[in-house]
Structures are given as C-alpha cells and as structure tokens.
C-alpha cells in the first residue's frame, strides 16, 4: 500500500510553485538590505548635517536637515582650529607612509615568499607574532625610538611610525601573492640575462597590481584615521597635528564646539571618500585576489 | 665538432640520485630529442644544461667550452618552456626584445631582430598583443620567437607541444622541424614524453629511463634497434609484443602454450622475443607459431589492429591491412615473418639471430 503511494507520487511529479517569485524577493531582500544601510550611515549623515548647524541648533533636534544652514563652522575650522595646515600634515605622512610601506612590503614579501632560505620559517612566525601586539604596547618603545633617532618632534617621525601600522599584513599579503606566480617566469627572465632586482622590477612588481593598489588604499586609509599614535609624537607640538588629532582639539575642558568638530571631521573624510570612490574597482579586485591568489 | 657534450653528468637532491651519470655527444646543428617516460630526468637534464639547475656532478660542454658554473644567460642557449612563461604584462614585441633591452642592447637593433623573428615565426601582426589575447599555438610561436631572438647556438625546448590539442600539435611539430631547416647550424635539443615527436623531429634520439640513457641513435635505430626491453616496449605505437619464451635444443623457443619456433642460430639464452605488431603475418592456425582468440579490434582506417589473447592470456596486438574486418572472437594464427628481436634474462637485446624460414 505505502510502496503504491510512493510509486503513483513519484510518476505524478507535482511542480510546487514557489510563495514568492524570484523577483519578489530581490525586493524584499534589498528593502532590508536598505533600511539596514541606513542604520549604518545615520552618524555619518548626522556628522555632515551638524557640521551646517550652529552649536544651540543641533541640540534643538530639528531633524537632519538644517533649518537654516550656517557655512561658519567650516571657516573657523580651516582658520582658525589650523585643519588646514593640519589638512596638509595629514597629506605629508599619508602620502610619505604609502610610498615607503608600499615599496618596503612588496620587497619584503617578493623575498620571502619565493626565496628559500635559513630561517625563513622563523622570520614568518615573528612577523605573524607582532599582529598579536596591540598598539597601545608597542607606542611608548616607538616614541622613544623616534626620539633617539632626532625624530621625536617632527613631521617625519610621525610618517615613520605611521608606516608600521599595518606591515606585515602587507608583507604577508605580497608574499601569498608572489609565492603562487609560476617559477617559469623568473626562470624566463633568468635565461633572458635579467638579474634579481630587475626582475623583481620588471617582471613580478607589474604582476602585483592588484596587491599595490589594496597596499596603497589600506594604507591610505590606515595612516588617514590614525589617532593613537599621532596623538603621542605631536603632543609635545601642535603644529605637525594629524587631522584626527586636530579634530579632538574642539572638545575644551568646559565647551565642546560639536559644529567646527563636525566640519573637521566632514573635511577629514572627503579625501578618504573621494579616493575610495575612484579606487573602489582595483581594491574589490585587490581583496578578491588576495583571497583567491 | 660537438656542440654540445655532456660528460658523466649527474644530479642528486640531498641523497636522492635522479641522473646517474650521463654521457651525450651533439653534433653542432643536431636535432637531438631526449625522450622517456615521465619521471625519467629528461627534464632536468634539459635544466642542467640551461643552467637552471646546478649540476651535481661531471661537466657539460657547449662548443668545447666548460659551462658548469657559468651564468644560464652566457651559455649561448634559450629555452622555450612548457608552459610559455611569457611575461603576461608585456606585449608580444616587448616580451621577445625584453632580454636585450635588459642587456642594453641599442633599441634599433632590438627592434630590427625582433621584426626577423617575427618574420620567421609569420606573428607580425601579433606584435602588439598581450598574451592573453593570443591562442595556444601563437603564444607557443611567441615563446620560440623570444628564443630565436637571443640568437643561441642551443636551443632548448621542454615539452613545448604538450599544451596545445592533438591537430595543433601535429601542425607545430611540422613548423619545429622547419625552423630547423631554416635557422641553418642551430643545434636543438628537444624533450618529450611522446615517442611519436621524438622520432618525426630527432636526427639523433636519446632515450632516458629512470637518470640512465638507454639508448642514443639515429631516429630510426631505437626503433628497429631496440638496445633493450625498456626501448623496445616504450618506442614504437602500437608498443611492441613482447613474449616470454623458454629455450630449447637446436635454436628453439618455446612458448607458453608449447607452440615453438627455430631460430637460425644460438638461442641458448634467449628470454623475451619481441615482435612489432606489423611484423605478424597471418597463418593456418594448425602450423602457426602463435595463436590466440580476438579479444578486440580497432578500425583506423588505412590499418586494423587486432588483439589477440593468447593461450597463456597475454594479449598481443597485430597489424592488418584497412578492411579486414577480423570477427571478434574467432581463433587466429600467426607466423613470426619480418624482423624479431630477442633478448636476454637482462633484457638485453642479442644480435644476430634470426627467425629460421620453415
């Protein structure tokens, strides 16, 4: 009798329609997606919409969209609290950070992911070691590091440490991805006469595209936001500030300027916004390669 | 004059000896074809000799010079990988003159022999590619192009068809052999898996087993010379039938089954008799030396190879004429007619013995 059932069920195959068609719940799935989306960037959207309001009229609660939009917030934050000048500091370790990061890890991880040698095992373990860090530790032995170097004071030293940030991440990432480019191209070179740094140059660096560009836009975005550290080596000087150390300037001991922070900050993060927008493509690309190899 | 010989070249990684000594000559403008199954060090022969493996042991020569430590880019050699190894960022042009721009070569000469390489190969129009916009069989000739651009007295190919599909094998196989002719007094060393390439391409075979040589000869001595066992199963398609045999008195050999054959002379130590699949002649099955049922048979067209299993279960493979139409299942005979080769306890092929005319 059961075997019947399940004979006739299995010869009058029933099509089920689904509850919903496909199309459906592609809008279902991107309403949630959006309302979650907006959660997300609701203090960045309040950040911008305090910076066009007057210290009495963000605490007004008058909504995101400012009743009477006020432009003096980003004058006296430009002027006055110095962000321009520290606008350009940032610039300075941003851009100095990248270029030695970014040229420092590719050769670091050319080596140590193609060449064999004593001690290679070890060097990835301590590398891998230093992750575990935290920051926090590592700030007083490094100021004291720059200090000794002559570096304690100045624009330099803050570019320096900045550029340990994220290395051996870098390293590690340059190294998975050069340890996997096949050994006949280095061979080829190598029968063309091309020595070591050459083909390092000519041949693996262009390879590594995709690797550069995540490099440069972590990097960009590490040494942008940094707060700690920067925080420590200009403390004694407030002329080589970083952005974001110019920014928790606004909070006094008795007043908090909430309008020129809120500028600060919207004028901190348009050169990060600005570069991820043109960059974004590469850097997908970038991690996705980085994942697949 | 040799140009280039190999003297008591080994290898070894750590304790494990993968080349045992070996000992080539090639004659300057040689097309010499190392050949053997994988796992047989051709390769890294190949390797030795480009310089990109160091040799453990014996000396390797090119035009009577010592090349032992010298750098792979001063031997006078270029290698066309297996795989290409063209520089995937770099156009075509760019990918052939790399080496000489590297070197400081002036620019005009650059271009001046990338363009006559490109003329040989016919991938002028490829010039401005990158290799990712090129098919198999143009990436290969760009691959041979960056060769002939360093303009080597050795060249060195490592199993450069065995990416392309079987018609564009066939077709760049031809082109090789061409390109030898054309490029005059270039010597050519050649590694392949596949003996059918070793022997339309070699004017000198050498065949590996296992970091030994088993046999160096002219492309067709290997083939109705066999040395030993090993050469005489591995060269040659279908593979040669090779029958166990037990000597008897008077130059007989008996098979298996008790069927026997007369040789024309001392067979006292004959152990193995090896027979190509063209060499068996049909025969009455009462009289016939060997005979068996047909397991299988494959139509080629022009030719039939039939499989025959034997009394004692050995399937042995035979060459009829296109047409034949053999019934699968039926018993047939066969008579030894043509060339037999006969070899020792040791595999060792024996000379002069030949199979009696009944």
């Known amino acids: ?293 | 004059m040799p140009g280039l010989s190999l003297k008591g070249v080994t290898k070894a990684y750590g304790a494990t000896k993968v080349i045992h000594g070996v000992d080539i000559e090639i004659d300057k403008g040689e097309f010499c074809v190392f050949v053997g199954p994988s796992g047989c060090g051709k390769s890294t022969l190949l390797r030795m000799i480009a310089g990109l493996e160091e040799i453990s042991g014996g000396d390797v020569f090119i035009n009577d010079h010592r090349v032992n430590e010298v750098d792979p880019s001063h031997r006078g050699v270029a290698m066309v990988f297996q795989t290409y190894a063209l520089y995937p960022h770099m156009s075509v042009e760019q990918n052939m003159g790399f080496g000489l721009r590297m070197n400081g070569r002036p620019k005009a000469e650059v271009a001046k022999r990338v363009e006559d390489a490109a003329k040989i190969l016919q991938i002028e129009e490829l010039l401005d590619r990158k290799p990712r916009q090129l098919s198999g069989g143009q990436r290969q000739r760009v691959a041979i192009g960056r060769a002939i651009v360093r303009d080597p007295q050795v060249f060195l190919f490592d199993e450069p068809l065995s990416n392309l599909d079987a018609e564009l094998r066939v077709a760049t196989r031809l082109e090789i052999a061409k390109l030898h002719r054309q490029l005059g007094g270039a010597t050519m060393i050649y590694v392949t898996h596949d003996q059918v390439e070793a022997m339309t391409l070699a004017t000198k075979i050498v065949v590996l087993r296992k970091g030994i040589v088993e046999q160096v000869g002219a492309p067709m001595e290997p083939y109705s010379n066999p040395a030993n066992l090993f050469v005489a199963g591995f060269i040659g398609s279908p593979k040669m039938n090779l029958i166990d045999v037990t000597p008897g008195a008077g130059g007989a050999l008996q098979f298996k089954d008790g069927r026997s054959l007369t040789t024309s002379g001392d067979a006292h130590n004959v152990a193995t008799v090896g027979v190509r699949a063209d060499q068996l002649r049909s025969a009455p099955v009462e009289s016939a030396a060997l005979t068996g049922e047909v397991s299988v048979v494959e139509r080629l067209g022009d030719a039939e190879f039939v499989y025959v299993r034997t009394g004692w279960g050995q399937e042995i493979v035979v060459r009829f004429e296109g047409g034949t139409d053999t019934p699968v299942g039926s018993t047939v005979g066969f008579d030894l007619s043509g060339r037999t080769h006969f070899f020792d306890a040791g595999g060792v092929a024996i000379k002069g013995l030949a199979v009696a005319s009944s």
């Open chain 1, 1 to 293: 009798m059961a075997l019947e059932a399940a004979s006739s069920a299995a010869s009058e195959y029933v099509i089920r329609q689904p509850l919903i068609t496909p199309r459906v719940r592609r809008w279902i799935v991107s309403a949630l997606l959006a309302a979650v989306c907006c959660i997300w960037i609701y203090p960045l959207v309040w950040m911008v919409s305090a910076s066009f309001k007057t210290n009495a009229a963000i605490f007004a609660s008058e909504g995101l969209i400012p009743s009477q939009p006020v432009f003096d917030n980003y004058l006296r934050a430009w002027n006055e609290a110095n962000i321009g000048a520290y606008f350009f500091n940032t610039l300075f370790v941003t851009v100095g950070s990248v270029l030695l990061v970014t040229i420092a890890t590719a050769m670091m991880g050319y080596v140590l992911g193609r060449r064999k040698f004593l001690g290679r095992g070890f060097i990835f373990g301590l590398l891998v070691f230093t992750m575990f860090v935290p920051q926090g530790y590592t700030i007083i032995p490094v100021f004291e590091l720059l200090s000794m170097l002559g570096l304690g004071q100045s624009l330099w030293g803050v570019m320096l440490a900045t550029t340990g940030g994220s290395f051996v991440i870098f390293v590690l990432l340059f190294a998975g991805y050069f340890s996997q480019m096949p050994d006949e191209l280095e061979e080829a070179a190598k029968m063309d006469g091309v020595g070591f740094v050459r083909t390092f140059w000519y041949v693996m660096l262009p390879l590594s595209k995709p690797i550069i560009v995540t490099v440069i836009v972590m990097q960009t975005l590490y040494a942008w936001n940094d707060f700690l550290l920067p925080l420590v080596v200009t403390l004694a000087n407030p002329a080589i500030r970083t952005l974001s150390v110019g920014v928790y300037a606004f909070k006094g001991e008795n007043f908090v300027d909430w309008g020129g922070m809120t500028a600060a900050s919207t004028i901190t993060i348009v050169p990060v916004v600005v570069l991820f927008l043109f960059l974004q493509r590469y850097f997908i690309d970038g991690l996705a390669g980085a994942v697949k190899g």
